[in-house]
């Protein structure tokens, strides 16, 4: 152990009461940092889940078509694609050729699903409402959302084996007063079919529960009179964060309109930012006080120990020695508030976890939805650290200018 580092002990245990409460402070300060962090990014990371599970990470949609002019060259002309006039043909019109060419060019591809979706009029024995089907390959579409996580009634089973079998959002299902084992009539582009009710899910989404139907390609090919093609494709990803840059580059590549999900949910994305940041400015504001108490306790100590300072520079000890020892003081402060919070704030957020919330709406959850990472630990000891370490600096610079002479003068300041 260092002289520098015995004599910053010996000086904090003279303002004890006062290093306790500075300490205490930092312990709160970095607990609530943690756990305030960890519910937000819980809450994001749900919203995120969910949007991925029910639409995937990359939607393939509408095809680009470049509009041709004729430009005369000495009594010719030509034809010359103008890409500020570009239109859009509905839907995809070749899906196994782009399934193809996506698997091939972007590693980061796990699966797609080809889906034929349509507006429809759905009618049962008590209530009609409108919907929107989702016309797909069970199998597929399994591999690029969490349908089989999401079913709350019935089975895949049956919807597989079924004739004429629809999954149906469980709001929907409430619209409608129906359940399992119901049937309903549907109806679009003019053509109408009885359809049965084998399963219920739940996404949490409500816009989605209470709207999607899902059924089988070849059932929703003739409800639609689609014979061929996919409205759209829906693509899951490896590498969520690299789905942006993917959508952008698989634009240019296949030519048809490719949005990711941070595009899609940019709004509510914005808006889980927005809270992480501002109670991240709250919660710092404790450890703030807290450094404001340690630099009014570090302040006393400069000025209570003038003599003692004085001495250990006639003993030989530097400016840099005095410095390191009210800095000393500062580093056992935040390291005893740092490991104690961190604590605290891993016990506050299992606490927080088993909390009952019923949620449903954008996500569903039952309890509070919280995030375990190591980055919200990093983040409370650097935001603790940099106040910390601010509020000691000071002081110590002020006792490392004192002089053995003016303190016998009684000329120190």
């Known amino acids: 152990m260092s002289p520098n580092f015995r004599i910053?002990?010996?000086f904090l245990l003279a303002k004890k009461r006062s290093m306790v409460m500075s300490l205490f402070g930092i312990v709160f300060g970095v607990a609530f940092f943690v756990v305030t962090q960890a519910q937000t990014t819980g809450f994001q990371e749900l919203f995120i889940k969910t949007i991925l599970g029910a639409n995937g990470?990359?939607?393939?949609?509408?095809?680009?078509?470049?509009t041709l002019r004729s430009m005369p060259v000495e009594g010719t002309s030509f034809s010359v694609g103008d890409l500020t006039q570009r239109r859009l043909i509905a839907g995809v019109e070749n899906p196994e050729a782009l399934r193809t060419a996506l698997r091939e060019q972007f590693p980061n591809v796990v699966a797609l699903s080809a889906i034929v979706r349509g507006s429809v009029f759905v009618t049962g024995p008590m209530r009609s409402y409108t919907g929107q089907v989702y016309g797909i390959d069970l199998d597929d579409h399994l591999r690029v959302s969490n349908l089989e996580g999401q079913i709350v009634a019935g089975d895949l089973a049956r919807f597989r084996g079924e004739t004429s079998g629809i999954i149906m959002g469980r709001e929907f299902a409430r619209i409608l007063e129906i359940g399992i084992g119901d049937s309903v009539t549907i109806e679009a582009s003019g053509q109408s079919g009885r359809y049965k009710v084998v399963a219920l899910f739940e996404t949490g989404a409500k816009d989605v529960d209470k709207s999607r139907i899902f059924m089988k390609l070849?059932?929703?090919r003739s409800l639609?009179?689609?014979?061929?093609?996919?409205?759209?494709?829906?693509?899951?990803?490896?590498?969520?964060?690299?789905?942006q840059a993917d959508a952008a580059r698989m634009q240019q590549v296949?030519?048809?309109?490719?949005v990711a999900w941070q595009d899609r949910e940019k709004v509510w994305l914005g808006v889980f930012m927005a809270l992480r940041i501002s109670s991240a400015i709250t919660v710092s504001s404790i450890i703030l006080i807290s450094g404001l108490g340690?630099?009014?306790?570090?302040?006393?100590?400069?000025?209570?120990?003038?003599?003692e300072i004085s001495i250990l520079r006639s003993m030989g000890y530097t400016r840099r020695d005095i410095s390191r020892i009210f800095i000393w003081q500062g580093v056992m402060v935040l390291a005893g508030g740092t490991l104690l919070g961190s604590i605290a704030g891993a016990l506050l957020t299992l606490g927080v976890a088993?909390?009952?919330?019923?949620?449903?709406?954008?996500?569903?959850?039952d309890t509070f939805p919280v995030n375990w990472s190591g980055w919200h630990y990093l983040a409370a000891a650097g935001t603790a650290a940099v106040i910390v370490m601010v509020a000691s600096l000071i002081p110590a610079r002020r006792a490392a200018r004192l002089e053995p002479g003016d303190v016998i003068r009684g000329t120190a300041s």
């Open 354 to 365: 088993q909390v009952p919330l019923p949620i449903r709406g954008i996500f569903k959850t």
């Open 8 to 10: 910053a002990v010996r």
């Open 224 to 243: 639609l009179r689609r014979p061929f093609g996919a409205s759209i494709l829906q693509i899951m990803v490896h590498d969520r964060d690299r789905a």
């Open 218 to 220: 070849g059932d929703a």
């Open 254 to 258: 296949i030519d048809h309109v490719a």
């Open 294 to 307: 340690m630099f009014n306790t570090l302040a006393m100590i400069v000025l209570e120990k003038t003599r």
């Open 57 to 66: 990470a990359i939607i393939i949609e509408d095809k680009f078509q470049n």
